[in-house]
T-cell receptor
């Protein structure tokens, strides 16, 4: 089975812009979770989608949003980018309440 | 905020030695998972241990879980230079915490050839 894929792998944006990141889960996995990783805060949970529904959300401002499509692919969007949004964004997919399998991440740099 | 603490924060050993990393957490869990991350890349799943298990093995990995102390340990035996990476424990609280893993700050392991 192909692993979790994320596009793009690297992104450079300027403050105030918005960005959309994409995640394709492992075939058959219906749950997709997103995480933000920074040197200061570590790995933090953003949100989780299952069957196109957001079931859980972390403690992030409303500028962070996401969605999931009927084929389980997911996107996350960050609007009005701030310097502090520079991070590695990771998505993970899982089949049930089991292991989460992570993609390679998208490294976002905000200038 | 992070669920718990990992210690040590950094560990440096020689090839062939064993490496032990510890993780503590704060709330009750459904399972605990260990991940490896190389140089800011994606996380690689290593092993999952459920709350009703005490010990689990996978190849050179041995994980223990003590729910009464809210702690876990990861032992890597006969370390190799390729084991050099950051190691994270992550807890799944189950219930309505759908898809949410809470990570520790990680242990940076360096294995010298």
């Amino acid at each position: 089975k192909a692993g979790v894929t994320q596009t793009p792998r690297y992104l450079i944006k300027t403050r105030g812009q918005q960005v959309t990141l994409s995640c394709s889960p492992i075939s058959g996995h219906r749950s997709v979770s997103w995480y933000q990783q920074t040197p200061g805060q570590g790995l933090q949970f953003l949100f989780e989608y299952f069957s196109e529904t957001q079931r859980n959300k972390g403690n992030f401002p409303g500028r962070f949003s996401g969605r999931q499509f009927s084929n389980s692919r997911s996107e996350m969007n960050v609007s009005t980018l701030e310097l502090g949004d520079s991070a590695l964004y990771l998505c993970a997919s899982s089949f049930t309440y089991n292991e989460q399998f992570f993609g390679p991440g998208t490294r976002l740099t905000v200038l | 905020s992070q669920q718990g603490e990992e210690d040590p924060q950094a560990l440096s050993i020689q090839e062939g030695e064993n490496a032990t990393m510890n993780c503590s957490y704060k709330t009750s869990i459904n399972n605990l998972q260990w991940y490896r991350q190389n140089s800011g890349r994606g996380l690689v799943h290593l092993i999952l241990i459920r709350s009703n298990e005490r010990e689990k093995h996978s190849g050179r990995l041995r994980v223990t879980l003590d729910t009464s102390k809210k702690s876990s340990s990861l032992l890597i035996t006969a370390s190799r230079a390729a084991d050099t990476a950051s190691y994270f424990c992550a807890t799944d609280a189950g219930g309505t915490s759908y898809g949410k893993l809470t990570f520790g700050q990680g242990t940076i392991l360096t294995v010298h050839p």
